[in-house]
């Protein structure tokens, strides 16, 4: 396992959903399919290893948390 390459990656989605929230708000349907299909290629390219679905999930209860925080600012 490349923990380099993996952590490298990670950033660079970070770096990439900042760039794509530009594009799309973080509560738009647009957003989530990327999002979530980039974060799916990843763990595919790592084999499904059960550590780095650790990271990613963490990453993706993050942004559902930023995401929950929106919609209740918006009430």
């Not at 780095?52 to 942004?63: A, I, K």
């Amino acid at each position: 396992m490349n923990w380099k390459a993996f952590f490298e990656e990670l950033q660079q989605l970070m770096n990439d959903s900042n760039d794509k929230m530009t594009q799309y708000p973080l509560v738009s349907e647009e957003y989530w399919v990327w999002f979530i299909n980039e974060v799916g290629l990843i763990a595919k390219k790592y084999n499904d290893h059960p550590l780095v679905w650790n990271f990613l999930n963490s990453l993706v209860d993050f942004q559902n948390d930023n995401y929950k925080q929106v919609v209740n600012e918006g009430r």
